[in-house]
């Protein structure tokens, strides 16, 4: 089984304006591929007709092998109006219900995630529950490159909505934002070459505020997957947090295990490229250094170019591991991947 916890569909600019309506598509999307640092190259695999299409991704996955695919359309990351945010995720969600969710060619392979705005906690919450109820949703997704760290108390009705629900929540580096903070804490880049690999570092202190703010501790059932962020750059964070967290607890009293304890428990990651270097590390901190292999969850990012392909992934690890990372840790962390894969194996 192959479960692919990343595939990012677009939704065309003609046609989310068109969903947006008015009076908020009269300020019109950013185009998907406005960023500061646009790649050289063309950012997606194949067309745009066919990454627009629900057949034609349909019989990608069919070809890739895939038996569940999570859904996350890019959206274009923060919108600053938040009754225009809110427009463009109630239209985002309802293109990705209407349009791809019921679709014929789906077949029960397609799985869909909840676009929220941030800015207006009560409007996100109200967007959860138009759409929780129907269990082919099984995540939420909110920017990495936000403009406030998700540990503030603000956000936290929003985390404990998806752990009551049974959400995920997926944290992506959406493209083509409207107003962001510089990518590096000393300013802007000056190449994509460096604006790339400065990428996982906005996940970096997304998850270091999950933690230290104490959210995974008030929320045991809270499950957060990072998109753009590989175990490996995580291990070195957590190894200085714990180191930190072993001196400076008093300021944190809250936080009463280590915190790789809480990543590990609450936190995966979608296959990244430097996820290639081991399954399991010689790393001397006891926890997060043991075994990588439970903590990645395969997402081929499909159609973007920097995706990954099943057949390619982990061409070192043993199928017991391979597996794992393809199939069984999702279906685990998912709790309605989980319910679902469940029912199938059991008919």
């Not at 695999?45 to 859904?71: K, M, N, Q, W």
């Not at 750059?233 to 915190?259: G, Y």
Request: hydrophobic letters at 45%; glycine letters at 4%; a negative charge.
């Amino acid at each position: 089984m192959i479960i692919d916890c990343a595939i990012h569909p677009v939704l065309g600019n003609v046609e989310f304006n068109r969903a947006i309506g008015s009076p908020w598509n009269f300020l019109k999307l950013p185009p998907l591929f406005g960023e500061k640092y646009r790649a050289p190259f063309d950012q997606m695999t194949v067309a745009p007709d066919e990454a627009t299409s629900p057949a034609a991704v349909a019989e990608h996955l069919r070809r890739a092998g895939v038996d569940y695919a999570v859904l996350s359309p890019t959206t274009r990351g923060y919108w600053p109006n938040p009754q225009q945010a809110a427009a463009v995720a109630r239209a985002a969600n309802n293109l990705l219900f209407k349009k791809w969710l019921e679709a014929s060619e789906a077949d029960g392979r397609f799985l869909g995630s909840i676009r929220i705005a941030l800015n207006d906690t009560d409007t996100a919450l109200r967007e959860i529950d138009r759409w929780a109820d129907d269990d082919r949703f099984v995540q939420i997704v909110v920017p990495a490159r936000a403009l406030a760290t998700y540990g503030e108390q603000r956000f936290f009705p929003i985390w404990r909505a998806a752990a009551e629900r049974g959400l995920v929540v997926f944290v992506h580096d959406d493209f083509s934002t409207l107003i962001e903070p510089p990518p590096s804490q000393v300013g802007f880049p000056s190449f994509f070459a460096e604006d790339h690999a400065l990428r996982p570092m906005a996940s970096i202190v997304q998850l270091t505020s999950f933690i230290v703010a104490g959210v995974f501790e008030r929320l045991p059932q809270l499950r957060v997957v990072f998109g753009d962020l590989s175990v490996h750059a995580a291990r070195s964070l957590a190894i200085r947090t714990d180191k930190d967290w072993q001196s400076d607890r008093v300021e944190v009293p809250w936080v009463s295990d280590d915190p790789t304890t809480y990543l590990e428990r609450h936190v995966r990651f979608v296959t990244q490229s430097d996820d290639e270097i081991s399954p399991h590390s010689t790393a001397a901190t006891g926890t997060i250094g043991g075994d990588n292999a439970s903590l990645v969850v395969f997402g081929s990012r499909y159609p973007y170019w920097d995706g990954a392909n099943a057949k390619d992934v982990f061409p070192t690890w043993s199928e017991k591991d391979r597996a794992r990372c393809f199939a069984d840790n999702a279906a685990q962390f998912y709790p309605r991947i989980a319910s679902r894969v469940s029912a199938e194996l059991s008919s």
